[in-house]
């Protein structure tokens, strides 16, 4: 059946409302699971990598090849979605994450450093998805509820990324009964995760939100030509100065809690911590990143998305301060993971949702992908630079580092803020 952009326009604000509560479910429950899988792994990648290789420089590459990852899957993920609706883009990055648990068992399992960190690459497709997901929760929500509904899918990844730490050892003995290596069962436990996630994905979000929101706005699927090309995303960029402050902030705040973040189990194992502190200390962390979320989602709606970006500076600032002088006080390095995350989650949330209202609906999948690309090569990028300086340095030199990143980011925004027009 052919439709005409003028019809979907005809459909009751009530059904759209209930389409976009079913939506907000469907990616809600994906996020669950989906931070499951992403949390899990992520508690003790860079433990192994350091066990594997003897080399604590080396281990810094366990975030870096994760982030990476999910910086090469933006863009497919981001294309895949402007020819074949959000749900094409989310199958595809669950999809790669859960290949990625499966190289990196048989990693483990052969005592491989370089397979384990290939396999990594692909598990970054679990937070390609996450990421994707937060996107997916805009496109039918209304311009000053925007930040709101995408924080509140932000949320839902609390109770995964929560979780998964702290289920780490329980399926490292779990795997070891079943014959799995040490260290391998977390990577199996995240494959059913992903899976999960995916069948999620698949079935219930459906009608697909973007598909849809295109209709509304009498806006015809351009094809796979359009988004298959950054050159879309720099042309959009270069007209709207808002969406490009935005993903400066976005990077800024990645790369600084990634860098941190990273390098913080590797501290406290070296510090002689056991897997339950490590674990504690990381679910924690997250816990800063997502349980506060709808309220810097609300905040940014109606205080202003800038002036909540401005905040998450301050906050990473005092996150990066208090990392540099922690020292061995493992209480010290847990505030500063928590304030890290929060400071996180006012950068993502409030730059995210400025990124969308700032780009036409027919180009935003392509922004959104170079977004993610841009985030997540920055951060990327930053965990490269953190296992160098924690490796010939110390963990308080990373903290200084991020924390003068983190000013000059800020006072820019500041007074960028201050000289455009209203």
């Given at each position: 059946m052919t439709s005409t952009p003028t019809e979907p326009a005809l459909l009751p604000t009530d059904r759209i409302r209930s389409i976009q509560r079913r939506t907000l479910g469907v990616l809600s429950a994906?996020?669950?699971?989906?931070g499951v899988g992403v949390a899990v792994g992520l508690a003790l990648s860079s433990v192994v990598v350091?066990?594997?290789?003897?080399?604590?420089?080396?281990?810094?590459?366990?975030?870096?090849a994760t982030v990476l990852g999910a910086a090469l899957l933006a863009l497919p993920a981001a294309k895949a979605s402007g020819s074949g609706g959000r749900r094409a883009g989310l199958a595809l990055a669950y999809l790669a994450a859960l290949a990625g648990c499966v190289v990196s068992v048989t990693a483990i399992s052969l005592g491989s450093w370089p397979l384990l960190l290939a396999g990594l690459v692909l598990v970054g497709?679990?937070?390609?998805?996450?990421?994707?997901?937060?996107?997916?929760a805009t496109d039918l929500s209304p311009r000053d509820h925007s930040a709101r509904h995408l924080s509140l899918v932000v949320w839902a990844s609390t109770v995964g990324s929560v979780a998964g730490p702290n289920l780490a050892q329980p399926a490292d003995e779990l795997g070891r009964s079943l014959g799995l290596a040490d260290k391998a069962g977390p990577f199996a436990f995240a494959a059913l995760a992903f899976a999960a996630a995916l069948a999620i994905v698949i079935a219930g979000l459906r009608p697909d939100p973007l598909k849809l929101a295109r209709e509304l706005h009498g806006t015809e699927d351009r094809g796979p030509g359009r988004n298959r090309t950054v050159r879309t995303a720099f042309q959009t960029l270069r007209t709207t100065p808002m969406a490009r402050t935005a993903l400066v902030m976005i990077a800024v705040s990645h790369t600084a809690m990634v860098s941190v973040m990273s390098m913080t189990p590797v501290k406290l194992h070296h510090d002689g911590s056991d897997l339950k502190v490590i674990g504690l200390v990381i679910s924690l962390h997250i816990a800063g990143m997502y349980v506060l979320s709808p309220v810097v989602g609300w905040l940014a709606d109606k205080a202003g998305k800038v002036p909540v970006l401005v905040l998450g500076m301050a906050v990473l600032l005092a996150a990066a301060m208090l990392?540099?002088?922690?020292?061995?006080?493992?209480?010290?390095?847990?505030?500063?993971?928590?304030?890290?995350?929060?400071?996180w989650s006012c950068g993502l949330v409030a730059g995210s949702a400025l990124v969308t209202e700032s780009v036409p609906i027919d180009r935003r999948p392509a922004v959104q992908g170079l977004s993610d690309l841009l985030m997540n090569v920055c951060g990327a990028t930053g965990t490269i630079v953190a296992g160098a300086v924690v490796g010939r340095l110390s963990f308080g030199a990373l903290g200084?580092?991020?924390?003068?990143?983190?000013?000059?980011?800020?006072?820019?925004?500041?007074?960028?803020?201050?000289?455009?027009p209203a």
């Open positions: 994906t996020q669950i699971m989906g350091d066990e594997l290789s003897g080399s604590t420089v080396i281990s810094g590459f366990a975030g870096t497709g679990g937070s390609a998805g996450g990421l994707a997901a937060r996107y997916s990392a540099a002088t922690a020292g061995h006080r493992v209480w010290q390095v847990t505030a500063a993971l928590v304030l890290l995350g929060i400071g200084l580092g991020v924390g003068l990143m983190v000013t000059a980011a800020g006072l820019w925004l500041s007074i960028t803020w201050h000289r455009t």
